[in-house]
């Protein structure tokens, strides 16, 4: 069946859901009525159960607060009275009574002039779905009845329908619920708690199923000849696609062998049948990148490094020569590259290229006019040569008639009759001692088009080749859909001209790699996938070059959004089981030119294998589960205004201040043509450069009305941001906001990490992350490392690893075991030391019945910029410290928390500390902690509380 899904932008109000009798009693409660001066409720925590904790963000907030409930004697519900932990600069935590009913709670704050506006927790929180085989799956927090999540309650409702059906669901949990795919036709799909009638429900999501595709033909190749069988290949695709079938037996080929829309060539099994690369130098190889701004050759740094092009010159006369180059020579002391390097047409004079000062760093791109060439019309010969040495990362050239001429940098210029642009990397010959060129990869397979696929058998490359299967269109920016890898086998791709993959998805919609087993530097590389599966793969990570494998699924700089990459298990060769890492990571996705969005990342898992990096190489490296941000801000400052559902930017910005910089050179802000200090502008779609499109960012609200928020911007009308959903509350003028890229509402559940750096690392911009069921051991740093980052105020920031100003905004950690570590838990923020911290950088995070045993220092550190995290119901076994508030962090509450002590962690003869907070002015709530010494009771050598240099007993609240 062909398939869509898309998600119902909007929050859906309570009462508001279908028109049908509800599972449970439906809640009846007292009328609250608001008014100015009542207190209003920004943000807060999604759930909570009895005797649990929540945090609210917002203004006017008291700690009279009410609960209205499941009661277990009366069908209209009850209220509870729920208690305080704190209040403190609009934060306020408050813990469900012990004795209160779990499901879906209505929340209310009351001070002397009103009530807020209720909030909901636990309610579902259906993210996304997505057809499997003949389920569909729906993915998201709260989706099945409260407390055992044994049971959900899905409603079908056929769209523009009133009413529907309720089904039942093949799966139910907290997670991830699943039902029987419907006959075709378009739906809402609805989820419901269970009880609390209209204030049951969820935010719908939409489904589209169309009809059964008509079977195609099926074609039986019986040869061994790669060229045949292509041949049979494309005309079973000018008939409309099919299936090849392959008998058992090896087929040899040479080149890339390209399968075109709409055919699956299947095997006999992957034992059965092999298609075979053989080495051929006159092979021909599709070239898999295509050429676009900022794809500039990297390394061509070194005398006699030379580039060949060919250039077509419309027409005969004076053409201005302009290159689009960065270059920083600074820290050698040199101004730039003039003069270094040189251009010649069709073997003539030699032209040195001139105007090519420093940029500030090798990814700040500037136009700048270089020479002056007399030119003949027709095709020549262009080279480019480094004649004296020194870095650039050279672009593109542009060629001009007019001597008046300027490239913009936005919109990138376009040829014409008086205009040739010639992109530095779609040369025909490129000579280099330590040069890469951008698009010199090189796949055995390439499937081309919509719903092509291969199956059931094994795929052997060579040298010639670092890409086993290719997926992707033929168009740069074009998305491929329906691309199916299923039961193949990659291995032997062994080049080394770019990154090493058995399989590389670029650009892939609705893709499927499945029970394969693949081999390679990456096994699996993603550069852009939606709604695709990974899963059931063996990944065996093999060392190339350059070190050991970057990651066994490489996410890299590319959207990844609605994918699941579940079952997956990671896995070193033959004889290297043990000793020397293979793989520097399990699973490493990075945000750049797109956002990391709702992905089910599940139940993935090494085997024997170690993670790290080669003795002698980088060891900042070996992450098992990496979040990490090659971040974007687009802006970071005041609002000039807001509404229900968008936020208005200001045209220009006040110059940031030398010293909030930070990270950040004044040269790589935005500026408009009058030098005025501006947001960044992001293209309103893919144009080809590396700058992420508008619909990738995400506006968070770090101070000031509305905050604790986060919604993802859609489009841009001038400095007006248009958004996904409303917000809770708008933000209003003055509200400090950061726009960047973000890792959002991903759902990283029953992973096993082991034998790394880190277990699970979120690192900058993620919010809304769900960390559950994770078993973490044998780590060199922290097993979980949550991180915001604080590294620059500036109001813009280029594309940069590891900094930026960036939230760390609620973020679930719950049930995870983590083993052997350095810290079980770190939650933190990367602060620039010199810059101010005038509002929280992480915030709301939450750490629940986790088991963190024989850590070297800390059980759980919360450090730095955090504020309002909440730490309860966990267990530390042996450590230094059992649970620490340190640095900056302020407002933590830790409650219900176990401080075993039953072996040291190493030789130190100090007493082991089970709670500390490093400064005393700094907010922190204990409440019904418990500490046992060796024998499992109260031990004296134990200092149970440190508060800066004074120890005390802890409180017996």
Not at 53 to 71: C, Q, R
Not at 464 to 483: C, E, F, K, R
Not at 494 to 505: S, T, Y
Request: with cysteine; charged share 20%.
């Amino acid at each position: 069946m062909r398939w869509t899904i898309l998600i119902m932008l909007g929050a859906v109000a309570a009462l508001a859901g279908p028109t049908t009798n509800t599972p449970g009693n439906k809640f009846e409660f007292p009328d609250r009525p608001t008014g100015p001066g009542a207190p209003v409720i920004y943000e807060h925590s999604r759930e909570a159960g009895p005797d649990e904790t929540f945090l609210m963000v917002g203004e006017n907030l008291t700690t009279n607060v009410v609960a209205w409930g499941v009661s277990a004697n009366t069908p209209a519900g009850q209220e509870y009275k729920l208690q305080a932990q704190l209040l403190k600069s609009g934060l306020l935590a408050v813990t469900i009574p012990e004795r209160a009913q779990d499901g879906p709670f209505i929340v209310w704050v009351r001070n002397n002039t009103g009530w807020s506006t209720p909030i909901v927790l636990n309610a579902p929180q259906p993210w996304w779905c997505m057809v499997d085989g003949d389920k569909v799956r729906v993915f998201g927090r709260n989706l099945s009845r409260r407390p055992d999540f044994a049971k959900a309650f899905v409603y079908l409702r056929p769209s523009g329908k009133e009413t529907g059906t309720w089904i039942e669901a093949k799966k139910n949990g907290k997670y991830e619920v699943a039902f029987r795919l419907p006959p075709p036709g378009e739906y809402e799909i609805w989820i419901h708690a269970g009880d609390g009638g209209e204030w049951g429900w969820g935010t719908p999501l939409k489904l589209d199923v169309a009809g059964a595709t008509p079977s195609r033909p099926v074609v039986h190749f019986h040869g061994n000849s790669g060229a045949e069988l292509q041949q049979v290949m494309e005309k079973l695709a000018e008939r409309g696609g099919g299936t090849v079938l392959l008998g058992v037996g090896r087929v040899t080929f040479a080149g890339t062998l390209r399968v075109p829309s709409g055919v699956m060539l299947q095997g006999a099994g992957r034992d059965a049948t092999t298609l075979q690369l053989v080495y051929d130098p006159t092979a021909t190889f599709t070239r898999l990148s295509g050429t676009g701004w900022n794809h500039a050759p990297g390394a061509i740094h070194t005398p006699g490094d030379m580039m060949e092009y060919r250039l077509d010159i419309p027409q005969s006369g004076r053409w201005e020569v302009w290159v689009r180059y960065a270059t920083d020579l600074k820290p050698w002391k040199q101004d730039g590259v003039s003069g270094n390097h040189a251009v010649s047409v069709d073997n003539g004079p030699v032209v040195p290229l001139m105007n090519m000062d420093n940029t500030g760093s090798f990814g700040a791109f500037r136009w700048s006019k270089t020479a002056t060439l007399e030119l003949t019309a027709g095709r020549h010969t262009l080279t480019w040569k480094n004649i004296k040495g020194g870095g650039v990362s050279l672009d593109a050239f542009l060629f001009a008639m007019d001597p008046s001429y300027e490239p913009t940098m936005t919109p990138p210029p376009t040829n014409s009759a008086t205009v040739v642009v010639v992109q530095a990397e779609d040369c025909e010959r490129f000579v280099s001692k330590e040069g890469k060129l951008y698009g010199g990869d090189r796949a055995a397979l390439w499937l081309s088009g919509d719903g092509a696929g291969i199956s059931d058998l094994t795929l052997l490359g060579n040298a010639q080749v670092n890409v086993g299967i290719a997926i992707q269109s033929a168009q740069p920016l074009a998305w491929i859909t329906n691309g199916v890898v299923r039961n193949v086998r990659v291995a032997d791709v062994d080049g080394k001209q770019g990154e090493n993959c058995g399989v590389r998805a670029r650009y892939v919609v609705h893709a499927v790699v499945r029970d394969c087993e693949l081999w390679g530097r990456a096994p699996i590389f993603l550069s852009g996938a939606r709604q695709c599966q990974f899963a059931n793969n063996r990944l065996v990570s093999v060392t190339r070059f350059g070190g050991n494998a970057e990651a066994a699924i490489l996410g890299r700089c590319d959207t990844i959004e609605e994918c699941l990459i579940e079952n997956n298990v990671i896995a070193s060769p033959t004889g290297a089981e043990a000793g020397g890492p293979t793989a520097r990571r399990m699973l490493w996705f990075s945000t750049g030119h797109g956002s990391i969005t709702r992905n089910w990342i599940a139940g993935n898992r090494s085997e024997g294998a170690q993670f790290g990096g080669v003795a002698g190489t980088d060891q900042n490296v070996g992450e098992m589960i990496l979040f990490e941000a090659n971040h974007r801000t687009m802006f970071f400052g005041a609002l000039a205004g807001a509404d229900t559902q968008s936020v208005t930017l200001p045209k220009t910005v006040p110059r940031t201040p030398d010293e909030h910089l930070g990270s950040v050179k004044r040269e790589q802000l935005a500026h408009d043509a009058a030098g005025n200090e501006t947001p960044f502008w992001p293209p309103d779609t893919d144009d080809g450069t590396t700058e992420p499109p508008i619909y990738e960012y995400y506006v968070t609200v770090f101070a000031g009305r509305g905050q604790g928020q986060t919604r993802r911007v859609v489009r841009r009308e001038g400095e007006k941001l248009l958004l996904d959903r409303p917000w809770n509350v708008p933000p209003s003028t003055g509200s400090v906001v950061a726009v960047g890229t973000a890792f959002y509402q991903n759902l990283i559940v029953g992973n096993q990490t082991t034998d790394g750096m880190t277990g699970i690392q979120l690192w900058i911009s993620c919010i809304e992350n769900v960390v559950s069921g994770n078993t973490i051991a044998r780590q060199r740093k922290p097993g979980l490392f949550l991180y915001a980052n604080g590294t620059t105020l500036a109001s813009s920031m280029p594309r940069t690893w590891n900094r930026g100003i960036s939230p760390l905004f609620w973020n679930l950690a719950e049930g995870n075991r983590t083993e052997e570590c350095s810290v079980g838990a770190l939650v933190t923020s990367g602060d620039a030391p010199n810059l101010p911290v005038e509002f929280p950088r992480a915030l709301g995070n939450v750490l629940r019945h986790n088991s963190f045993i024989r850590n070297r220092t800390d059980g759980i550190q919360v450090n730095a910029a955090a504020a309002g995290t909440l730490v309860e119901f966990n267990v530390v076994r042996d450590a230094l410290i059992g649970y620490h508030q340190a640095g900056r962090a302020d407002a933590t509450v830790f409650r219900r928390n176990h401080a075993y002590f039953w072996y040291p962690v190493n030789h130190s003869t100090n007493a082991p500390v089970a709670f500390q907070a490093d400064h005393p002015t700094m907010t922190i709530v204990l409440e019904k902690n418990s500490i046992e010494g060796i024998h499992g009771t109260a031990d004296r050598r134990i200092i149970e509380l440190k508060r800066g240099q004074t120890t005390e007993r802890l409180p017996e609240k």
